[in-house]
Each structure stands twice: as structure tokens, then as C-alpha cells.
């Protein structure tokens, strides 16, 4: 059995080197966290500030304040490992040291009775190992819920749905800068393949796609745009935003001969009650369909919605006096779903996914 007197000295060396730990590990913390959320907010503030300037070409500099941030974010391989290695040998010489101890005083014969006095070992390694994880999440806080409150990845910043429901952001200019255009290419003689192209890649948004010529709607689509990018080659680092990006909204199987075409396209960000329209003239040339002049882009306040359960858009009112928005549903579901249908023909979930050309 142990002795009760020399255990004292156990529990107190136990909790004399948590606090020691614990006193380090809080101020390592809060240093990290402070010089880092005040660098990253002074990012986020040049881009709010971007946001405002809607007669200037502001997609590069968005595209670099995202890269500056993303550098501020993530700390380099080497310095992370070394202070977590430090961390393991703390934690290594505690465990041999309070085990060496208990050693010493423990007094035969052994009893099952003398493992109760083993778990405040146990409780402490536990609570060390947790802060070992907090460091490590501090230092790279990729993918941690802990942190994203107010350490946001840098994805985020290209996320409508963030930046309308957190930032005070005109995201109707934002969502002008990404530029995005429908274009249509022609597969095959009776196939037809519409694209949305964007210059800055923005996403998480609810979307509604309407194209249309002189005889009606030929074709419309909804959904949720969510793009995924691919880790960069050489450092192997998540990449968050890239250039020329595009996605896939359906396939027209028919010939096409149209006449004065348009294009509609509502965006539906979170935080407003009235989606964006972007209005697009066509022209062909070749084997594709493309916009030659600016979009006109405006609020449909014909058009009220609001979010529920599971991210799904639920449209509450739909008062619009032309047939532009005459087929859009009631609900849009959201990861990343994308559906289509021709005029009369059946609707279609779009496989294919959002890719760079």
C-alpha cells in the first residue's frame, strides 16, 4: 500500500506542475491568439473595405489579401513541431517522474484497493494531452471548430454566405468582382453545356438560373454552388481561392438557333430578404454563347426569402410580374446540390463538379 503521508507530497507536486503548465500554456496562448486575430482583422478590414468600391476591378487585390491572410494563418511545419516536441518531453519526464515517486513510497503486498490512488495520475495526463491538443490547434487552426468563431479559415473569405451573415460587406459588390457569366458550348451537334464562369472563385450561395429567348424559357436551374480546391502541388497547403473557375449548370440536349437570348441569374446570399439579379444579353459565335457587354445587376424585391433548417432556402414570397422567376421552387437544398431541366423535360441533378480551366 502507500503511504498516506508521502501521497500528500505526490498530489502536491501533481498539482504544482499543472498550474505550471497551465500558467505557460495560458499565457503562450493568449500571445499567439492576440497578435494573430489583430493582424488577421486588419486583413479583413482591407477587404471590407474593397467591398465599397464597386466602379473599380478590385479582383486581384481580393485574390492577394486572401493569400496574405492564408500566410498570417498558418504557421510554418518546423516551428509547430518543435514546440510540440518540447511539449511531448514535458509531458514524457512529468509521467516518469510522478511515476518514479509513487514507486518510492508504494509499500507491499500490492492491492487492487491501491489503483484509486492512481487517478489523479491518470485525470492530469488527460488534462495535459488536452492542452497539447489547444496549443497545436492554436498554432494551426485548420479544420477547428475551437477556433473558426473568430480565427475564420481563409476559405471563408470567399464565402458568401459568411461574408453576408457576419461581416458588414456590400456583397452585391462582391459578388460583382467575382464576375460570374454563364456561357454555353456546344458538345455536340443536339448538346449544348451550360457554364457559370467566375473570376474569383466565391461560393457557398444559393442560386437561380434562367435562360430564355424569344420564345420563352428554354432552360433553368438551381442549387447550391459549394467549390472545393484542390490542395496546392508544390506546398501542399490548401489553397483558397484560385482563378477562372467553372461550374457546371446543366446540359441543353437539343439544337439551339436562338433569338435575342438572355440570361438570368439571382443570387441569394444570407442575410438579405431579396435576392441580386444579374441580367446577361447573349451572343454566338462559333459553337458558343457568350456575354459581350457588362451585366446589368439589381435587388428583385419582387422576391422575399429566408433560411431553415439545414441551410435550405424556402422562398416566402414570389410576386414577380414577368415569367423570369415563374419556375423557381419553393425550397433549395444546400451541399452543394445543383439541379437542371429543359422546358418540359424532366429535372436533373448535376454530377460533375466546379473545376479550374
Same mark, same amino acid.
Given at each position: 500500500?502507500?503511504?498516506?503521508?508521502?501521497?500528500?507530497?505526490?498530489?502536491?507536486? #501533481?498539482?504544482?506542475?499543472?498550474?505550471?503548465?497551465?500558467?505557460?500554456?495560458?499565457?503562450?496562448?493568449?500571445?499567439?491568439?492576440?497578435?494573430?486575430?489583430?493582424?488577421?482583422?486588419?486583413?479583413?478590414?482591407?477587404? $471590407?473595405?474593397?467591398?465599397?468600391?464597386?466602379?473599380?476591378?478590385?479582383?486581384?487585390?481580393?485574390?492577394?489579401? #486572401?493569400?496574405?491572410?492564408?500566410?498570417?494563418?498558418?504557421?510554418?511545419?518546423?516551428?509547430?513541431?518543435?514546440?510540440?516536441?518540447?511539449?511531448?518531453?514535458?509531458?514524457?519526464?512529468?509521467?516518469?517522474?510522478?511515476?518514479?515517486?509513487?514507486?518510492?513510497?508504494?509499500?507491499?503486498?500490492?492491492?487492487?484497493?491501491?489503483?484509486?490512488?492512481?487517478?489523479?495520475?491518470?485525470?492530469?495526463?488527460?488534462?495535459?494531452?488536452?492542452?497539447?491538443?489547444?496549443?497545436?490547434?492554436?498554432?494551426?487552426?485548420?479544420?477547428?471548430?475551437?477556433?473558426?468563431?473568430?480565427?475564420?479559415?481563409?476559405?471563408?473569405?470567399?464565402?458568401?454566405?459568411?461574408?453576408?451573415?457576419?461581416?458588414?460587406?456590400?456583397?452585391?459588390?462582391?459578388?460583382?468582382?467575382?464576375?460570374? +457569366?454563364?456561357? *454555353?458550348?456546344?458538345?455536340?451537334?443536339?448538346?449544348?453545356?451550360?457554364?457559370?464562369?467566375?473570376?474569383?472563385?466565391?461560393?457557398?450561395?444559393?442560386?437561380?438560373?434562367?435562360?430564355?429567348?424569344?420564345?420563352?424559357?428554354?432552360?433553368?436551374?438551381?442549387?447550391?454552388?459549394?467549390?472545393?480546391?484542390?490542395?496546392?502541388?508544390?506546398?501542399?497547403?490548401?489553397?483558397? +481561392?484560385?482563378?477562372?473557375?467553372?461550374?457546371?449548370?446543366?446540359? #441543353?440536349?437539343?439544337?439551339?438557333?436562338?433569338?435575342?437570348?438572355?440570361?438570368?441569374?439571382?443570387?441569394?446570399?444570407?442575410?438579405?430578404?431579396?435576392?441580386?439579379?444579374?441580367?446577361?444579353? $447573349?451572343?454566338?459565335?462559333?459553337?458558343?454563347?457568350?456575354?459581350?457587354?457588362?451585366?446589368?445587376?439589381?435587388?428583385?424585391?419582387?422576391?422575399?426569402?429566408?433560411?431553415?433548417?439545414?441551410?435550405?432556402?424556402?422562398?416566402?414570397?414570389?410576386?414577380?410580374?414577368?415569367?423570369?422567376?415563374?419556375? *423557381?421552387?419553393?425550397?433549395?437544398?444546400?451541399?452543394?446540390?445543383?439541379?437542371?431541366?429543359?422546358?418540359?423535360?424532366?429535372?436533373?441533378?448535376?454530377?460533375?463538379?466546379?473545376?479550374?480551366?
Amino acid at each position: 500500500m502507500f503511504e498516506l503521508n508521502s501521497y500528500f507530497f505526490i498530489l502536491l507536486n #501533481i498539482t504544482s506542475g499543472l498550474l505550471s503548465l497551465l500558467g505557460a500554456v495560458g499565457i503562450f496562448i493568449s500571445l499567439i491568439i492576440q497578435r494573430r486575430v489583430s493582424r488577421l482583422q486588419d486583413i479583413i478590414e482591407e477587404i $471590407l473595405d474593397l467591398s465599397y468600391e464597386e466602379s473599380a476591378n478590385t479582383t486581384v487585390k481580393i485574390q492577394n489579401l #486572401i493569400y496574405k491572410y492564408q500566410m498570417q494563418y498558418i504557421f510554418p511545419a518546423k516551428p509547430i513541431k518543435t514546440v510540440i516536441h518540447y511539449i511531448n518531453i514535458n509531458i514524457a519526464f512529468q509521467l516518469l517522474f510522478w511515476s518514479w515517486l509513487l514507486y518510492l513510497i508504494f509499500r507491499g503486498p500490492f492491492n487492487w484497493v491501491s489503483l484509486i490512488y492512481l487517478w489523479p495520475l491518470f485525470a492530469m495526463l488527460f488534462v495535459m494531452l488536452f492542452y497539447r491538443k489547444l496549443i497545436k490547434c492554436t498554432l494551426n487552426p485548420v479544420d477547428n471548430r475551437l477556433f473558426n468563431s473568430f480565427i475564420p479559415p481563409p476559405r471563408y473569405l470567399r464565402s458568401i454566405a459568411f461574408l453576408s451573415s457576419y461581416v458588414n460587406v456590400a456583397v452585391k459588390t462582391i459578388m460583382q468582382q467575382a464576375r460570374p +457569366t454563364p456561357v *454555353l458550348r456546344q458538345k455536340s451537334p443536339d448538346s449544348w453545356e451550360v457554364l457559370l464562369k467566375e473570376e474569383l472563385p466565391l461560393d457557398d450561395y444559393h442560386y437561380y438560373f434562367v435562360l430564355k429567348d424569344r420564345s420563352g424559357i428554354l432552360f433553368d436551374a438551381y442549387g447550391h454552388v459549394l467549390i472545393e480546391l484542390d490542395q496546392d502541388p508544390i506546398t501542399g497547403k490548401p489553397r483558397p +481561392t484560385a482563378r477562372n473557375l467553372n461550374i457546371p449548370l446543366g446540359i #441543353i440536349e437539343k439544337k439551339l438557333q436562338l433569338i435575342q437570348p438572355q440570361a438570368y441569374f439571382f443570387v441569394f446570399p444570407k442575410g438579405e430578404k431579396n435576392p441580386i439579379t444579374f441580367t446577361y444579353l $447573349l451572343e454566338k459565335i462559333d459553337t458558343v454563347y457568350f456575354v459581350p457587354t457588362t451585366p446589368e445587376v439589381s435587388t428583385n424585391h419582387f422576391i422575399t426569402y429566408h433560411f431553415c433548417r439545414e441551410n435550405t432556402l424556402q422562398i416566402l414570397t414570389n410576386e414577380a410580374t414577368d415569367d423570369i422567376a415563374k419556375f *423557381l421552387p419553393e425550397k433549395i437544398p444546400a451541399h452543394g446540390m445543383r439541379r437542371y431541366q429543359e422546358q418540359g423535360g424532366q429535372e436533373q441533378v448535376i454530377e460533375s463538379k466546379p473545376y479550374i480551366d
